[in-house]
């Protein structure tokens, strides 16, 4: 029997996965290196009259922005095209979709003319908030006083709608007093050592879970307890799912997982998962990572014998396995295999 595909009441849009940066812990494997293929406009507008009258706002209100209600504009990272974002903003404020906000990197914020003159851009345009990313990955590509001046001029402009996500970090660095770039192990060195990862939110997932496996900083596990565990957050869920330019409609944080063609949303919402269709993603879906790794084991994969770091590792390195096939269509996009390390 087919598995119901919860309605999206929210989520980000994926406007490109080229980024600027190549974070060590990015669940999506951005980098400089994707293609740059933005979401072309008339995908854009499809793509948002779909969601508009599903998407919710924020409890508090639909000027209000929350991470896990409205829609969010992401990457890869935004401002790269910032002509696009623009009229993204636009396109959603004339479909009045509430809680609308955008997540960067503030790499571009190298002056304060610039940053105030693009953010009251959006502003103006409609855009209700804004996200800003701090922490030691973003650091090794974002001068901390770009990040510093673009939180600075994003309250004066947004309010309270400008959150930092993590604000441990933008503490940390202020009292720190750090300046310029730092490399993951140098920030290390500064003030936590191997450990800072354990105090804040942090997903052992897409190029996470390679990039740590190097840095050595976490225990392994056996497969017999990690399939122990559910996918937490789920992996099916009706908040913050991610829609990306290639018409990928993926489950949560989920990189490299599709449920399918976005411009056909009806139809995945009115048939749900077919089992002969997605045999990977019905796999995961029901948990049954047992049956996941015997399947990948038919195509030769070879389980590590020295564990996983996470159950997203295992779940990953196997979908990387069987992505190589080119069989199955919901490993999308195939470039995310090829940029987790
Ligand atoms: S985490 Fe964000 S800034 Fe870093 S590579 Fe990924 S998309 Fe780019
Ligand atoms: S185990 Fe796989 S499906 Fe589950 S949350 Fe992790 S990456 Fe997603």
């Not at 969601?51 to 935004?78: C, M, Q, R, V």
Request: proline residues 4%; hydrophobic residues 40%.
């Amino acid at each position: 029997m087919n598995i119901k595909v919860p309605k999206p009441i929210s989520g980000g849009i994926i406007l490109s996965y080229k980024c600027n940066a190549e974070c060590r812990h990015c669940m999506y494997a951005c980098s400089p290196k994707w293609s740059a293929d933005w979401i072309l406009k008339k995908d854009l507008s499809v793509l948002l009259n779909i969601l508009a009258d599903k998407i919710e706002p924020s409890f508090y209100g639909k000027n209000i922005i929350d991470l896990n209600l409205g829609i969010h504009f992401t990457g890869g990272e935004p401002f790269l095209n910032f002509e696009l974002l623009c009229e993204g903003v636009e396109m959603a404020r004339e479909l009045k979709i509430p809680s609308l906000f955008v997540e960067t990197n503030c790499y571009w914020a190298s002056s304060d003319n610039i940053t105030k003159e693009k953010l009251l851009n959006l502003k103006n345009k409609g855009l209700n908030g804004i996200m800003i990313s701090v922490n030691p990955f973003f650091l090794e590509f974002v001068p901390f006083e770009r990040t510093e001046r673009a939180v600075r001029i994003a309250y004066e402009i947004f309010g309270t709608n400008m959150f930092v996500y993590q604000l441990e970090y933008f503490q940390k660095f202020k009292k720190l007093g750090i300046k310029g770039k730092l490399t993951l192990e140098e920030y290390s060195r500064m003030d936590y050592g191997i450990h800072f990862t354990r105090y804040t939110e942090f997903f052992i997932m897409g190029r996470a879970a390679y990039s740590m496996e190097k840095l050595g900083i976490f225990p392994k596990y056996k497969v017999k307890f990690l399939i122990m565990n559910k996918c937490n957050p789920p992996i099916l869920r009706n908040w913050h799912n991610h829609f990306d330019n290639y018409g990928n409609f993926i489950p949560g944080y989920c990189g490299g997982l599709s449920l399918g063609d976005w411009h056909e949303m009806d139809q995945i919402l009115n048939d749900g998962i077919d089992p002969q269709q997605y045999p990977i993603l019905f796999t995961i879906i029901k948990n049954d990572f047992k049956g996941l790794i015997s399947f990948a084991k038919d195509y030769g994969y070879e389980e590590r014998k020295n564990g996983y770091l996470s159950k997203c590792h295992l779940c990953v390195d196997i979908r990387r396995f069987l992505a190589e096939k080119n069989e199955f269509k919901e490993l999308q996009p195939k470039e995310f295999y090829t940029h987790l390390e």
